[in-house]
């Protein structure tokens, strides 16, 4: 009897109170994407988020003819992170929805000054999604927010397409909140993430792209990668998609060869070398021809060796490139070298740590590449005429 | 009194055992033997598992001994009625400490997902299960337990598939770095842990139908606790390093956050409301029993049942005490190695003197 | 306090009271009448029991050379007017004329050598004749007995053995049970034959007088089972019983909750399974729907055509079924959890759909799901109800065009019609349980609407643990699950196939676990 008195009250008490947290599809703004600069006007932030306007988003049911844009972004200059997603709520009609938010895009400005409070945010959030992408723009983050795509509706989706495709071509290398965070906490490893940036397509049209890769030293920027470094560092991050690869010289004119590796595994591998560290990168690549101008005698195992110890130094030259850059010049430990380190020699690892960042420069990395031509697809020398 | 009214069988045994060994301690135990252990916390739980089979073993042994009695009630045969008597009601007090600790994190954790509603009103919901489970009496909470194990166990072995393509399992290297004493120290607050369900096992043993089989339950599920525990740390220090770990309020709610299939579906931490919400029940019912049963049987009352909803009532209560999220967890650290670990201790000091004293009564 | 004491009082006058009324039968046995030997004596006493009654048939004759006087006596229409002229009264009347000796002419005479009907019975009360004219027997006075023959000569007048309305299948018997009890019991006496399967009458209801057959097998059956079963059905003190629903509802171990705990069915082959099992089977005059008892949850989701389908893909139903039945209270429920506290697991193009589809709907999503709820109960029920050419006329016009009127006229959003509809659609599948989902649904609604998917677990846990609480006549209802059997698991979500199972339901009878000595893995010879 009781119970049933107990569950009477608490039944009438929702009754009457109603319900606190039941938010409306409809009332609801989806962000779909985030970005955050760093204003003009000094020690402020802006932010600029995407959000959808249903109404003119075309389902199978409603199709609307007119290519509106379906998003409508907004900037607003703040003092601190808490107070973004709350000034733009003031504004909105809407809540506000964070969780479906997969893009961040960071100014270059911002990510010099540091990313920690801008990673507590994302991560402290109740709304925010640990998975969302985490890039760092060329410029202001707004434009690229701002840009409308030709090909989606809705443009976040064109730079989520950007990210996931990155996968089967291996362009750049791309951490997502966790990931970043992860590194970042990680004591002597920094992390890295890819750069976007627009570029003049062509027809006076703008297109969002992938380029290069930026390099922190803990929470600060410190630089980037150019297109060459950038391929390395997909090399030793174990980014295990498909990619196309031209040999620059082939050592006989008039033929050019485009290869495509299929599959590749990387493996770091720390080493102690009279008490010094080292690291051994070992990488095993399989490929297949892809390309084919001009005949080269393929019928023959001496020509797919010879081709085969061309592209090994080909990826050598392309990890050292990055290598250098990285290690030699920004002073960072973008590839978890250090950790590595630690993991295998705990004992040895106390004396490192304390100028490990000033050891880097010196640290002795070798580099073992090994290629395999699996296949010549489905012919094997090219056509003569 | 209640063991003669109520049979449990083996199988149920079997999953109330499990169940105060998981419980909601999933969510919970992570970040404490993160902090004092950093990557080796999962031996710290290993170790604790083991020790809490062999206390478990212990247990039956003296239980046998009392075979219609429970832990309150030979307490005061075996080490003389006054000792017996203010020990029991020592035992009886810090159990009370267990319920509004666990209300509170489930409120905390509630928080997450209803932040506007009064947290008072999440909380007597769950009460109300309690409550009607209470007054159902144990065999009904003994055969729900039968699933809802089953549900929490499931859920976590899908959660570590489903965190599986995320994880480096190099991140639990280098093995015991700091050496040995930062585990042992962890053990302190780890052991409690894994003590609950024995302490809890003390007093719903001599309902079990076939006490004989008691052995086999304690030496099949502790262990199947533990290293369901062992595997979920592991698989927590893989996915966010010990770094992190450390910073999380809970390491465990936050992996199942980041469980996404290929964008399409994510938001699995509202998917597995039914491991939280099957989690917490079974918890607070093996710490909701504790001092009712014990208090009925201290007091010689003949039924638990008027104790049913005062008994709630200050639970719900005393778990508002807490002012925020970082204080209930310090509270939750405190209570193990200081009230829950003496309990423990006692089990082997009582066994002992029975031993010694040469008292049983399995012949009567 | 003192209008609890003055409560208490009253109850207890009550339950005197009660049991005052549950005398009734043996005080009237006590003061049974015996009959008077005056055939004068014996036509007044019947003309003023019937009085009023003008369906009331007396046939007045004489028997021999003697003029024995003798009569007749029955209700118009209950009696078979064949048997009565050609197997009684033309011999009483043709035969005898010669015999003149009146000595001999006595009812023990004339029911060993005269009567060649199958079933007489002679009897010696006033009370026991009315029962017997009123149960369409004809009685048959004598002049100068203190007795009188019963002649078992009825014709109730019923439909044929029909295919049952309810449960349709495809592969099995189609007969199913019909009104007349002795029909029943004949048909499921058809499938066992065996002489350990036990027939009980009960008479229950003072104005209606209803048989009531309690039907088990004496070597599967617990006791305790078949005693309580007997026990309840003896306390049952009503006037009338007009179908067996009345007796469900007076033996159910949890009156209060939605879930069944006595099952029924309409076809002879499934009530003969449930016998066959352990379980004990109630028959009751008037009604083709049989209950059984003990009826636990699982029973829900077993259809009779599982077991004659392979097992293979009975099992798949099952699970079908298993499902069915989650969607049947959740899905609503789940729906608006979904859309209003946990957007994130929706995905982001299902979202987006969402959202446009709802634009500019003027309900809150609640209000829209209780009222579409309420809108397809109400019909479901008007489809049933309906004669059948309107009732199908009536459920296109209200499927087909009130749900596309209203997503026109933006009322109502299409994935609410297409959540709604599947949920009734679904409900189908699980008979037995239809009522405890539609009673349930609207508040699982409402506990989604405050608490998210909190809300809807939590109302999963009181339902399980109500589900674990409730008990049918000594079984716990969720038995084999949860108390947890291995043995029973084999018939559970799954079945599996007839030789693997090797014993019956323990959870259900333990008295002969073995279905039979061998039963093997079909293996033919190469």
């Not at chain 1, 985490?134 to 443009?155: D, F, H, M, T």
């Not at chain 2, 020990?87 to 666990?102: E, K």
């Not at chain 3, 009324?21 to 004068?40: F, G, H, M, Q, R």
């Amino acid at each position: 009897m009781k119970i049933k008195l107990t569950f009477i009250l608490i039944l009438t008490s929702v009754f009457l109170s109603g319900c606190w947290d039941l938010v409306e599809i409809k009332d609801r703004a989806i962000i779909t994407a985030f970005g955050i600069d760093k204003s003009d006007m000094d020690g402020k932030i802006t932010f600029t988020l995407q959000t959808i306007i249903p109404s003119r988003i075309s389902t199978p049911m409603k199709t609307s003819p007119e290519m509106k844009p379906s998003v409508r972004v907004v900037s607003k200059t703040t003092d601190s992170f808490a107070d973004a997603i709350r000034e733009y709520a003031k504004q909105a009609e809407r809540r506000t929805y964070l969780m479906q938010n997969r893009i961040i895009i960071i100014g270059e400005d911002m990510a010099k000054e540091g990313l920690t409070p801008a990673m507590d945010f994302f991560m402290r959030h109740p709304d925010s999604f640990q998975g969302a992408w985490v890039l760092i723009c060329k410029g202001k983050a707004s434009e690229i927010i701002k840009w409308n795509s030709e090909v989606e509706r809705i443009p976040a989706d064109f730079i989520e397409e950007l990210v996931k495709t990155r996968n089967f071509i291996c362009s750049s290398s791309v951490e997502n909140i966790h990931t970043f965070v992860n590194k970042l906490s990680t004591k002597p490893t920094s992390p890295a993430t890819a750069m976007i940036e627009l570029v003049d397509s062509g027809n006076n049209e703008t297109e969002a792209r992938l380029s290069g890769i930026a390099v922190f030293k803990k929470d600060k920027m410190a630089g980037m990668l150019d297109n060459l470094e950038t391929k390395g560092y997909t090399w030793i991050n174990n980014e295990r998609g498909r990619r196309l690869f031209e040999i620059g010289d082939i050592g006989k004119a008039n033929v050019k060869m485009t290869h495509e590796i299929e599959g590749s595994r990387t493996k770091i591998i720390p080493e102690l070398i009279n008490g010094k560290p080292a690291i051994l990168i070992k990488v095993n690549a399989t490929t297949k021809i892809y390309v084919q101008d001009g005949s080269l005698d393929l019928d023959s195992q001496d020509t797919l060796k010879k081709l085969e110890k061309m592209l090994e130094e080909e990826i050598k030259s392309q990890i050292e490139a990055c290598l250098n850059k990285a290690l030699k010049e920004y002073k960072t430990d973008i590839f978890g070298f250090g950790e590595k380190i630690h993991r295998k020699y705990p004992k040895e690892w106390k004396k490192f740590k304390v100028k490990w960042e000033d050891a880097l420069a010196d640290l002795k990395v070798i580099t073992d590449v090994n290629v395999k031509t699996k296949s010549t697809g489905m012919i094997i020398d090219t056509i003569k005429p | 009194m209640f063991q003669d009214k109520e049979k449990i069988s083996v199988n149920q045994a079997f999953m109330l055992v499990i169940a105060g060994g998981i419980g909601n301690i999933f969510l919970v135990y992570v970040n404490p033997a993160v902090k004092d252990a950093g990557r080796d916390g999962w031996l710290s739980v290993l170790i604790a598992y083991t020790m809490s089979t062999l206390l478990g073993l212990v247990l039956v042994n003296l239980g046998l001994r009392f075979p219609d009695k429970t832990f309150i009630q030979y307490l005061p045969v075996v080490l003389g009625k006054f000792i017996g008597k203010l020990i029991g009601l020592a035992y009886v007090l810090c159990w009370m400490v267990m319920n509004p600790i666990i209300i509170r994190d489930f409120m905390d954790l509630m928080r997450f997902f209803l932040p506007t509603t009064p947290q008072l009103l999440i909380g007597s919901l769950m009460y109300i299960l309690v409550i009607y489970v209470a007054y159902k009496g144990f065999e009904v909470y003994a055969r729900t337990a039968e699933l809802f194990v089953v549900i929490v166990l499931f859920s976590i072995l899908l959660l570590m598939i489903g965190i599986s393509p995320n994880v480096d399992y190099g991140s639990l290297k280098p093995f015991l770095e700091n050496g040995f004493s930062p585990v042992s120290k962890s053990l302190l607050v780890q052991f409690p842990f894994a003590a609950e369900t024995i302490l809890f096992m003390a007093l719903w043993y001599p309902c079990m139908s076939q006490m004989k089989k008691g052995k086999k339950c304690v030496l099949i599920g502790v262990p199947i606790a533990g290293l369901v525990l062992v595997l979920l740390f592991i698989t927590v220090i893989a996915f966010t390093g010990p770094a992190m770990a450390a910073e999380l309020t809970s390491p465990v709610f936050y992996m199942v956050r980041y469980i996404h299939i290929s964008d399409f579906i994510s938001g699995f931490e509202a998917l597995f409301m039914l491991l939280w919400v099957s989690s917490i029940y079974l918890e607070l019912l093996v710490f909701f029993y504790q001092p009712l049963i014990g208090l009925a049987q201290w007091l010689n009352l003949k039924d638990y049942k008027p104790l049913i909803i005062p008994g709630a009532i200050i639970n719900l209560m005393l778990s508002l005490i807490p002012a925020n999220v970082v204080q209930a967890s310090y509270l939750d650290t405190l209570k193990n190695p200081y009230i829950i670990l003496p309990m423990a201790a006692l089990i082997p000091l009582v066994w002992m003197v029975a031993v010694i004293r040469k008292l049983d009564e399995s012949n009567k | 306090m003192v209008k609890k004491i003055a409560r208490k009082i009253k109850l207890k006058k009550l339950i005197s009271e009660s049991k005052k009324n549950s005398d009734y039968e043996t005080e009237v046995s006590k003061n049974a009448n015996s009959l008077p030997e005056s055939i004068e004596d014996n036509f007044k006493i019947i003309q003023s029991t019937f009085e009023g009654s003008s369906d009331l048939n007396i046939r007045r004759f004489s028997i021999g050379a003697n003029k024995k006087k003798a009569f007749i006596v029955n209700i118009e229409g209950l009696y078979d007017k064949r048997i009565i002229n050609e197997n009684v009264l033309a011999p009483l009347m043709e035969d005898l004329i010669e015999k003149t000796s009146s000595e001999e002419i006595d009812i023990e005479y004339i029911k060993s050598y005269i009567l060649n009907a199958s079933s007489l019975a002679i009897i010696y009360t006033i009370e026991k004749v009315t029962d017997n004219i009123l149960d369409g027997s004809t009685i048959l006075f004598l002049d100068g007995e203190s007795s009188a023959l019963s002649i078992n000569a009825k014709s109730r007048k019923h439909r044929n053995i029909d295919t049952p309305m309810t449960e349709n299948k495809i592969r099995g018997p189609h007969e199913g049970f019909i009104e007349v009890l002795s029909t029943n019991i004949a048909l499921v006496r058809n499938i066992i034959k065996s002489p350990d399967l036990k027939v009980e009458t009960f008479k229950i209801g003072r104005q209606t007088r209803t048989n009531i057959c309690l039907l088990y097998i004496k070597s599967l059956a617990e006791d305790k089972v078949v005693e309580e079963v007997k026990k309840r059905l003896d306390s049952i003190d009503i006037d009338a019983i007009l179908e067996s629903g009345y007796i469900e509802e007076f033996i159910e171990d949890a009156p209060l909750s939605p879930f069944p705990t006595v099952g029924n069915t309409e076809t002879p082959d499934k009530f003969s399974a449930k016998i066959l099992e352990g379980r004990v089977g109630i028959l009751v005059d008037g009604s083709p729907m049989a209950l059984t008892v003990p009826y636990l949850f699982i029973e829900s989701f077993q259809g009779s055509e599982d077991y004659y389908a392979g097992a293979i893909v009975s099992s798949q139903l099952r699970l079908i079924r298993f499902m069915a039945f989650h969607i049947n209270l959740f899905l609503p429920a789940l729906y608006v959890a979904l859309h209003g506290f946990h957007p994130n697991i929706i995905p982001q193009k299902l979202l987006l759909t969402i959202q446009v589809t709802r634009e500019g709907l003027p309900l809150p999503v609640i209000v829209e799901a209780a009222g579409m709820i309420i809108i397809w109960e109400i019909l479901r029920e008007a489809g049933v109800r309906m004669p059948r050419p309107i009732g199908e006329a009536l459920s296109i016009v209200g499927a087909l065009i009130i749900g596309q009127v209203a997503v026109n006229a933006g009322l109502v959003s299409p994935l609410m019609i297409i959540v709604v509809s599947l949920t009734g659609i679904v409900s189908l599948l699980t008979p037995p349980l239809m009522d405890a989902a539609t009673v349930l649904r609207i508040p699982i609604l409402i506990f989604a609407s405050a608490f998210g998917l909190y809300g809807v677990i939590w109302c999963y846990f009181f339902m399980i643990i109500h589900l674990t609480s409730i008990r049918s006549f000594g079984m716990p209802y969720m038995s084999p699950a949860m108390p947890f059997n291995l043995s029973g698991m084999k018939d559970y979500i799954v079945r599996l196939f007839w030789w693997l199972m090797k014993t019956r339901p323990r959870y259900i009878g333990r008295k002969e676990l073995q279905r039979a000595e061998d039963i093997r893995m079909p293996s033919p010879k190469k």
